[in-house]
């Protein structure tokens, strides 16, 4: 391995990774400086239980009408995220935990999830161009955000082996882009994950407060817990 | 803000017509005087704007200006785009994004540096904020089913209230939200409605009850303090309806009901949830909360009404800065009572005619009652049917957000009515219940504009039918 390699791999990613944290640490203050307004009501329901499930929302899609309607979209939604998730484990295992790799079993399963994850990024660059709804809200950063995640799932399934031997260029391209990600995802709409926690457990909060979330089931009342219908 | 044709709804373009806010300002009303309506004035409004947006936000409205992802998923739960699927501008995705890009563009870190990165942008001048006001008032009904239908949880319609609130202050509001922000301010009801109209027809409906029960003991009371119930009223009731008032009071009197209707602070609705006008909403909200103090009432009843009800029981309070004190809850709670504790008695023969159920998206999405509703109508009627999507999931009657006072978006109302005619006729139900008033309206324009064989009911209306009255002189 060269020494710009080993360099790219640990010291430039821990260098881009700490300036991401900072980031996140100033945007989750500038977050924190916007007032939130106490609920004066009696409640139906429990807040937390309301945020509770409005966060595991992600994982219901039966819950939502939207995601019900179409298990093909939620599918990909799925493939999608695992897809970054185990491009992300890669880009951890190769410089801390290389003999993962060795096993040609691990090496195809992380292939063919962040292929998947390609080929639906793919569909989603298809969808995104051609429907005049998401072409009317796209902006550059939806598009660029988009197109780059589609090249670094290419350049993580060339370098997962992790091969240095056999030429450095899939490895060099990989961690490349992976620290540029790094620098740029917090001003980019790629960020979306930090902000769910917050959409969710604030709508959440307030339909879990009035008994609307998490939702009764058809036929049977919510059980008053607050002092309303005592 | 880039400049765009006329959307294909025409909407978009609607002008602003400021000429009775003028009247109002030049007749020196005292609400215009002192600040609290505001009206429309030359000058530089877009920087107003700014500053107040910049005020504004709280931290709730900020991550859902922030965390949308363009997924476009909340295209088909609005009745806009379904009924216009060719038209990219009525999807809540575009309708949040005209505010978002302003918040991008003043407040956020990206748009701030590189706008056109990320579709930044800001209102260059009034024909701008016309523009957002058109949007944001004319071609939404803050239904909020988009907001149950984001994956990111962004709740489009907070953010369209947020809006609507800003172009308030400017006084770039549509002619009909100012006329009806005016007579609430002014009057502390709705409809402009006199002390004197009130208590009238408080006792035309008493006197009704007395010759419909043959008992001279019914009351209607007003002020009368110590009552267990407050009972708060809309003022179309009032107005071009009636009689369920003296439902309630037939049906409050055969349960053998403490209650008073107090002779200010009855008006349950308020337009400072349409408008987006929290300093409206407050004081509406505070005259029931003292009315149900001064009187000393145990709890507070609030008739059938969706945005009434929604606000009065759960924003109100938030609005007003008053902590909660006492129990507040819809009549058809207190109807459900009354059932459950045999303090009236209804037999559902008496309603053979098949009836379904019009969910309020204020008191379904934004409120608590699902199933007390149906509880009640399953009692009371012989043929209650499910409409579909029903509960949280039901369809706006098109009537919502105040879309009932704006004329110049009616068209378009109309025609996006088609998603809820298409609901209502595949019931195959000759009555559809609802337990809103506005509802009452916008169901009533859709069954006429699509020439549906069918009438709009409350719940009211079809327990007071149901009514097993007690022999004479048992």
Known sequence: MSGFLKILENEVQIAALSFMAVVYILRLAWIFHFRTRRDRTF??????????????????????????????????FVVFHVGVAAAIAGTLIIPYAPGLFDRRPVVLLFQGLIAAAFVVGIVRLVRRLNNPVLRSVSSPDDYFSLVLLIVWFAAAVLAVP??????????????????????????????????????RYYLGRSLGHRGAFPPAQAGGVRKARGKERA | MKRRKTGPSGVVEAPLDPRTQARAKEEGLASVEAGRLRTYELGDNSRRFLELLGSRVSRPLAVSLTACVHCGLCAESCHYFLARPDDPTMTPVWKADQIRKIFKRHIDWTGRVAPWWVKAGSPRDDEDLNR??????????????????????????????????????LGVVPEGVFNVSRDQWETGNQMAVSEQDYLETLEWM??????????????????REGCDILYTINPREIKFDPRSIAQAAKIFHLAGASWTMPKWGWDQTNFGLFSGDDKLGAFVARNVYE??????????????????YRSTRWEGYT?????????????????????????????????????TFHDSCNIARSGDLVEEPR?????????????????????????????????????LRLEVGKIKADQLRATGA???????????????DVIKHYKLPMRVVQVLELVSNALVLPAKGA
């Open chain 2, 206 to 223: 008493r006197d009704d009850v007395r010759t419909e029960l043959g008992d001279d003991s019914v009351e209607i009371p007003v002020d």
């Open chain 2, 430 to 444: 000759k009555l559809v219940c609802t337990m809103c008033h506005n509802c009452i309206d916008g169901l009533n």
């Open chain 2, 291 to 308: 009315a149900a103090e001064r009187l000393r009432a145990k709890r507070i009843v609030i008739s059938e009404c969706g945005h009434g």
């Open chain 1, 43 to 76: 409640a139906v329901g429990r807040a937390s239980a309301g945020a509770g499930y409005s966060l595991l929302n992600i994982a219901m899609p039966r819950a939502m009408e939207s995601t019900r309607k179409r298990p093909g979209f939620y599918a990909q």
């Open chain 2, 375 to 411: 509880d009640v109508l399953r009692r009371v009627c012989a043929d209650f049917r499910e409409m579909y999507p029903n509960r949280r999931e039901n369809f706006c009657c098109t009537g919502g957000g105040g879309l009932l006072s704006m004329a110049e978006y009616r068209p």
């Open chain 1, 162 to 199: 992790n091969r240095p031997e056999n030429g450095e260029g899939p490895l060099i391209a990989y961690f490349a882009l992976t620290a540029f990600f790094l620098v740029y995802v917090p001003f980019s709409k790629i960020c979306h994950y930090l902000y769910y926690p917050f959409t």
């Open chain 2, 132 to 169: 957002l006001k058109n949007i944001v008032f004319g071609t939404c009904s803050a239904c909020r089913r988009c907001t149950y239908n984001c994956p990111m949880g962004v709740d489009t319609g907070l953010l369209v209230r947020f809006a609507r609130g800003l172009l308030t202050e």
């Open chain 2, 319 to 355: 609005w007003a800065g008053f902590d909660q004190k006492l129990p507040t809850e819809s009549v058809v709670v207190t109807l459900k009572r009354y059932i459950e504790e045999g303090r009236i008695a209804v037999d559902p023969s008496k309603n053979p005619d098949a009836v």
